[in-house]
DNA sequence: TGCGTGATTGAACAAGCGTTTAACGTAGGT
DNA sequence: ACCTACGTTAAACGCTTGTTCAATCACGCA
């Protein structure tokens, strides 16, 4: 995983990986555990818990612009984690990034910042090329599928990614991506409602739907 | 609500509001204070706090099934909860479900699972009524629809929900689904993409890529 | 060699947690 | 009037948490 193995190093990665497996519930006694030394020198070497975390949040989002993100977020953004998640060595990472998600806090605004801002790019691209609609508010559209997106991977992570394993984790992501791929495509290509004309209609007809029993 | 304001259901109430609140993490002392007993009591009428948060996660489900949800997720999936979080009194409810969601466990799939028996329906009736697209896998469209909405609508939550007034949180609400219902709607009437060539090719590529196990 | 500085440990601390226990008060039944 | 059962409280227990502290270890430098 380079960075030079210094033992603030190997602490800020354990925590990173603890954090990422267990949430940011865990212990320093864990986190210590894991990199071999004791709670104390944990923070002696961060100050507290909070500053270790700030330490984690920063190296991680470091990796993060490092990697430059050639993985585009395709409007299903679970492209951008699947794909790094599949190099090994950085799924402690891209599990780290799913519990800023849950946990909130700036880290996650960055990402989803970040996501938004390459998909504005990825989506203007598309649609010089002719490839992506023009839309009325490019940037609401923007906004509203980072967090759909993202939003979706979260929640499936919280309900079905609780998972020990890093190498089941990776696979876990790739069966996800395959699942919603689809639906994503199809939603994508040919909308959910019929025409424009029926836009109107929608919007009636969303209030009372057909009172169906079951 | 209502519900007889026996000690037992008074702290049950008080319970949900401050789980909601300041998530599951919230000590039982605290939700005790909120309903003007001792935390001894909680736990002589509830057994321990896991099983106090059952009865909160029976409760709130009993009242979401009661509401029969006339809401339907119209693909947004906010209205249904907007609807509710607007009636004064369910506001701490919807915020216990995120809280719920945010955690994960139970109730938090059962949460999906409605929400997506719900939409299954809407969207059948829609299709019938050729308002909506058909789709090559019905199924996996709608639980992708749900997902998403649920999880944006979760995360806009974690990100920015964190308002202490109900009042402020059922605003806040209504200000995000309307934020995201003019994309939405754009989306879903006219799609993201001009043609179909990524969606074959996408149908193409997908029926076997390396051979991974399972 | 000796000194000193930083890394490192193990123990201790205070606070918070969920839970247990003993006691008290009060109402109802016989 | 006694006894019982139950609602309720206050205190204590055991555990874990983050953090502090004194002591030990190792190594670079004079």
């Known amino acids: 995983m380079a960075a030079s ?30 990199a071999g030394v004791t709670a104390g020198l944990v923070v002696h070497h961060f100050g507290s818990k909070e500053r270790l975390r700030q330490a984690c949040d920063e190296h991680v989002l470091a990796v993060m612009r490092e990697q430059k993100t050639k993985a585009l977020t395709d409007g299903t953004a679970g492209m951008l984690m699947a794909q790094l998640a599949e190099v090994e060595q950085y799924a402690p990472i891209v599990l780290y990034l799913l519990r800023s998600l849950q946990a909130g806090g700036e880290l996650a605004v960055a990402l989803i910042e970040q996501m938004t801002a390459d998909a504005e790019e990825y989506l203007a691209a598309g649609e010089a090329a002719g490839v992506v609609r023009p839309s009325k ?26 998972t020990a394993d890093d190498d089941a984790f990776a696979a876990s992501f790739r069966r996800y991506v395959e699942e919603i791929a689809p639906p994503a495509l199809e939603l994508f290509t040919q909308g ?10 929608f919007l009636m007809y969303v209030p009372d739907p057909p009172a169906d029993e079951r």
Chains 1, 2 share one sequence.
């Open 137 to 162: 508010d490019p940037a609401a559209r923007t906004r509203y599928l980072a967090y759909q997106s993202a939003g979706g991977m979260l929640l499936w992570f919280t309900l079905h990614g609780s």
């Open 5 to 34: 193995d210094g033992t603030t190093e190997r602490i800020r990665d354990a925590a990173i990986a603890r954090f990422g497996r267990d949430g940011f519930g865990a212990g320093l006694r864990a986190v210590a555990a894991d």
């Open 192 to 201: 959910l409602l019929v025409d424009r004309s029926m836009l109107d209609d």
